[in-house]
């Protein structure tokens, strides 16, 4: 027998929780919108199912999750995957994706007499042409954005989400471009990677 | 206006007439020029448009009156002086336009090149050159930095690059440019709505425009916001004759090192590849040689010449692009080499020995952060020779993050954090990381992944860690339920040891020993050994084991602070002494005299080894202090409903406590031969009244052991000159500053380093400074409200990494004693040496 489906603010909530691995009711509503006390509602629903583990604050994905989403997302986005612009702007992202993960490269590590070194970050021109660089290459990801934006108005926190990080940047705070632990724009966009994929139903070529 | 009122204004000049030291007017990179070409350094000719020219522009929206005129002036003069035409042949004059503020920020335009072309100078160009498929990359690169550079067009350059690719050297030159034009312009045309002008003095006109007005871009302005700079400073543009290094074959363009920038060995280091610019290595479509086999003679003895000469008068390793043009040598950029930390140490031991460098320059030359890397032990050299005889090394991937290291297998982020919790060191395996797994990676000492290369996901996150990573070790198949990672024959159950390099890739069998690389032992030691007696101080560092005493003198320091309740714990005997410290506040028992006994044969048993390891060097032990983690357990409920650790928050509540570790350690001095005196520091004392007490403890052990206080709070500081005894030759008086600190702000002591949440709110400037990297106003006013001849004899102890802005003010307090982790001690002797000459 098949699971039922998710509704619209279930699929929100349980793909937030999915792609953060863990995530609380704050942190979801950031990036989905939903009221807080909502989302406290639909969590508990979702745990019934056996797709979160509610652990005091956190909801965590199960390992049904995924599979679930999958095949909410082949009905909710049917639509979209055969709309033929947006799949050439997703074609177009490949090309930004891989651009993108060269540039992460380069702000962490730099070429030094052949040696892959630990970037310092002693040296603010070249730590200036990397954020140029990663600037203009969200700045490519608005047309795509914009156009997921047309079929689920979800998408776009990613934007909100990037010009927050990247202010960040900009005031100083460095850290955003890279780190694990924070909204950086790494990690904004790989969840956006991850999103869009499921979006589409396609799998992750590393 | 006149011309002559806009050179005396100075709007515009050439490198040749310009005050290097003007770096207002001219800019960073503008100043730089004109002191390499008036150095007599052959640099591609140019001229500046000053700060002030950008002035005018942001005041009044609009080129100044003039200006255009001027500009075309200089053009004009820099035509004659490179022999070269603008806009037409038979030489055509390409020129680069760059901005350069006084103070580097982002949001600045990027650098344009070969600007000048129109159908004119190509044709020329191609017919000088012989090849119109020159020409054409020419025009095309030209055209889409323009578009995108001036005109913000995205850049979609398929079409214009297979066109490109189709042109051959012997194309009608002409007709080539013609189509070629037309079509940037039909693709430019589909995402902006201007176009690039044909007209080259337009062109230049157009650039110098726009890098006036990148100067109010979103991300300059909040930069400037952020830092507090002037928003009416203005840019400078700097527009430079351009060089070829494509034109012919004894043409080229290389980068070259005046030593070596991953090892800091002398000698020319760099590469050059003839006939190409600089932007085809980048694309990586040739690969260059090195300079020694590459270059011509003349030009290699001209560039080896140069390097020296440079080296010798900036006093650095230098990083010089260079272009050569038919055989002539052309410097293009000239900057401090970027180095390894290696290189750094081993570079600046050098300067320093061969005269180039004082003391002072060669120890701004390394940074404590460079200090810190070089120190960290990887693995002895000889034990990774024998694992590879052994065969031991199962696998090589890329490496992702550097790092040496050993652990224990784990085959998921539960398990490792797990493992982690249970206090070994996991190694994670997976076939492909995701953001799933980043709790697992977090806890642990390495990362391998089978898939994926150097900018996969577990590469970047782990380099955001600084943790070890190997990727794209496709040998190896992880199998999740039965638990075990293969590789070739050779199947690792979870839980075995393993260790990876992270630099080369490599995956071991087993665990690695670990050694102090070379590095630190060598050029390192000689460097901070003469920082060390500059500043006159002694080093502490802080052990807890006879293996720790040892890394602390090993590392320079002069001898080790030994925390009581540390070392017992170390030892595995920390409930035993905790019974005996309740033992001791058992009123109502008749336990305490066998407590006392007990207690101090513990500490005794302790600290002999320790002593013994420390042989004659300086060694200061600090009574238990029941505010450090290890003692937490004894904030409970104990006898007489007083928590115990209260009590001994009053250190001498129970004198017996403190008796019981002098006993201890006086015994210990004995047993291990020792004939230098031991000092023994008491924290939280803040009473000249204590201090009576204290010494009166004190008094059996005269010869063997001093005592003296360690001030934790405002009170102690406040009253430190009554608590030090000035009689008493060789006493010491400690402050903690960072538990002072803390104090300040009514934070616990051991808590400033791990506050949950400090690093955003100092970030967001909530405090006006960190204060783990500043000392606080308020705490500078008391320290130096001690008098100066106390200060002179304080000894402060650090916790966490040494900041230079703490070593540094201290020193300048006249403090001369430190004690710190052991990983700090070499930091610290740098940062201390640096103090000694700062203003």
Not at chain 2, 248 to 263: A, H, I, K, W
Not at chain 2, 399 to 418: F, H, I, K, N
Not at chain 2, 627 to 633: C, W
Request: charged share 20%; net charge negative.
């Amino acid at each position: 027998m098949t699971a039922p489906a998710l509704a619209k603010s279930e699929y929100d909530v349980c793909n937030t929780v999915a792609l953060k691995r863990m995530a609380t009711p704050t942190t979801i509503a950031q990036v989905t919108g939903h009221p807080a006390d909502e989302i406290d509602n639909v969590l508990d629903e979702l745990a019934r199912r056996g797709l979160v583990v509610r652990a005091g604050e956190a909801s965590l994905a199960t390992s049904d999750a995924v599979p679930a989403l999958a095949q909410a997302a082949s009905q909710l986005y049917a639509e979209l995957r055969e709309d033929q612009h947006l799949l050439e702007l997703v074609d177009r992202f490949d090309i930004v994706n891989k651009q993108f993960l060269v540039t992460m490269s380069a702000w962490q590590q730099v070429d030094i007499g052949g040696r892959k070194v630990l970037n310092d970050h002693s040296d603010a021109d070249y730590d200036e042409k990397v954020i140029a660089k990663l600037i203009k290459l969200v700045d490519r990801l608005d047309a795509l954005v914009a156009a997921l934006g047309e079929y689920d108005r979800r998408f776009g926190s990613y934007s909100q989400r990037f010009a927050t990080a990247l202010y960040g940047v900009d005031s100083g705070r460095t850290e955003l471009v890279s780190s694990a632990v924070d909204d950086s724009v790494h990690n904004i966009w790989h969840e956006f990677h991850e999103d869009l994929l499921r979006t589409l139903g396609r799998e992750r070529s590393e | 206006m006149t011309l002559d009122l806009m050179a005396r204004q100075g709007s515009i000049v050439a490198f040749d007439d310009a005050d290097p030291a003007a770096v207002d007017r001219l800019g960073g990179k503008g100043a730089g020029l004109a002191q390499m070409t008036q150095a007599g350094l052959r640099v591609p000719p140019g001229f500046v448009i000053t700060t002030e020219a950008c002035r005018h522009y942001l005041e009044r929206k609009a080129m100044p009156d003039g200006l255009a005129e001027q500009i075309f002036a200089e053009l004009e003069a820099l035509e004659q002086r490179s022999g070269k035409s603008f806009g037409h042949g038979p030489a055509p004059m390409l020129l680069s336009v760059r901005s350069g503020a006084p103070v580097s920020m982002p949001g600045m335009m990027d650098t344009i090149l070969n600007l000048g072309m129109n159908r004119d100078a190509a044709v020329a160009l191609a017919e000088q050159t012989s090849d119109t498929r020159f020409m054409a990359q020419l025009v095309s690169r030209f055209h889409a930095m323009y578009a995108e550079i001036v005109l913000d067009a995205l850049d979609e350059p398929d079409a214009v690059q297979q066109f490109v690719n189709q042109v051959t050297p012997t194309d009608p030159a002409g007709d080539t440019f013609d189509r070629l034009w037309r079509l940037c312009e039909e693709e430019l045309d589909q995402s902006c709505s201007e176009s690039v002008p044909a007209d080259p003095h337009a062109q230049l006109l157009g650039a110098v425009e726009a890098v006036f007005r990148s100067w109010n871009t979103r991300r300059a302005r909040t930069y400037r916001d952020h830092h507090g700079v002037p928003h009416d400073l203005g840019t400078a543009v700097v527009v430079q004759a351009m060089v070829f290094g494509n034109v012919s074959d004894d043409s080229g363009s290389g980068v070259v090192f005046t030593r070596n920038p991953v090892t800091g060995e002398p000698g020319l280091f760099g590469e050059y590849l003839a006939a190409s610019q600089g932007e085809d290595v980048v694309a990586g479509i040739r690969t260059p040689a090195p300079v020694a086999q590459a270059l011509a003679p003349a030009v290699l003895a001209e560039l080896t010449h140069l390097a020296a000469a440079l080296e010798k008068s900036q006093g650095d390793v230098l990083d010089i692009e260079f272009t050569v043009e038919r055989s002539t040598l052309y410097l293009l950029q000239v900057r401090s080499a970027k180095r390894t930390p290696e290189a750094a140490v081993r570079i600046a031991a050098d300067l320093l020995a061969d005269g180039t460098l004082t003391l002072a320059q060669a120890l701004k030359r390394v940074s404590l952060q460079q200090v810190r890397q070089v120190q960290r032990p990887g693995f002895d050299t000889d034990e990774v020779a024998a694992a590879h005889v052994d065969g031991r090394c199962l696998t090589t991937g890329t490496g992702a993050c550097p790092g040496q290291v050993s652990g224990v297998l784990v085959l998921d982020p539960d398990r490792a954090m797990s493992t982690a919790a249970a206090g070994e060191r996991p190694v994670l395996a997976r076939a492909i990381t995701s953001p799933a797994d980043l709790h697992g990676m977090i806890a642990s000492v390495g990362i391998v992944t089978a898939t994926g290369g150097s900018t996969s996901h577990a590469a970047v996150v782990a380099r955001s860690l600084a943790t070890a990573c190997v990727v794209g070790a496709s040998e190896i198949i992880i199998d999740e339920s039965a638990r075990t990672m293969t590789v070739g024959g050779c199947t690792v159950r979870e839980g075995d040891p393993i260790s990876l390099d992270g630099a080369t890739g490599e995956v071991f069998l087993g665990a690695l020993n670990t050694a102090t690389p070379a590095a630190a032992t060598g050029a390192l030691a000689e460097l901070l050994d003469r920082a060390s007696s500059a500043a006159g101080a002694a080093v502490l560092g802080r052990a807890a084991t006879s293996p720790a005493v040892q890394d602390a003198l090993t590392s320079g320091a002069s001898g080790v602070l030994i925390p009581v309740e540390a070392a017992v714990a170390k030892g595995g005997r920390l409930d035993e002494f905790e019974q005996y410290l309740a033992d001791l506040h058992d009123t109502d028992g008749a336990s305490p005299a066998h407590a006392r006994g007990a207690l101090a044969d513990l500490v005794a048993d302790t600290m002999t080894p320790l002593l013994t390891a420390a042989g004659e060097t300086e060694v200061v032990v600090r009574a238990l202090d029941p505010s450090t983690d290890e003692l937490t357990d004894l904030w409970g409920p104990g006898p007489n409903g007083a928590t115990l650790a209260q009590r001994l928050l009053l250190p001498l509540a129970v004198p017996t406590v403190i008796q019981a570790q002098l006993d201890g350690v006086a015994r210990a001095v004995a047993t291990s031969g020792r004939h230098r005196s031991v000092h023994f520091s008491v924290g939280h004392i803040s009473d000249t009244a204590e201090i009576e007490v204290l010494r009166d403890l004190a008094r059996p052990y005269d010869g063997v052991l001093l005592v003296g206080a360690e001030a934790t709070s405002v009170r102690g500081l406040t009253n430190l000159a009554m608590l030090h005894d000035h009689e008493a030759s060789g006493a010491q008086t400690w402050l903690d500053l960072y538990a002072v600190q803390a104090g300040i702000f009514g934070w616990p002591a051991t808590r400033l380093f791990a506050l949950e949440g400090l690093d955003d709110y100092v970030s967001r400037g909530l405090l006006h400074g960190d204060p783990r990297a500043s000392v606080d106003p308020c705490v500078s006013a008391l320290v130096t409200a001690v008098d100066e001849a106390v200060r002179r004899q304080l000894s402060v102890q650090l916790t966490s990494e040494v900041a230079p802005a703490v070593a540094a003010a201290l020193h300048r307090w006249g403090v001369r004693r430190f004690a710190v982790d052991n990983d700090e001690v070499r930091p610290l002797l740098l940062a201390l040496g640096r103090a000694v000459f700062r203003d």
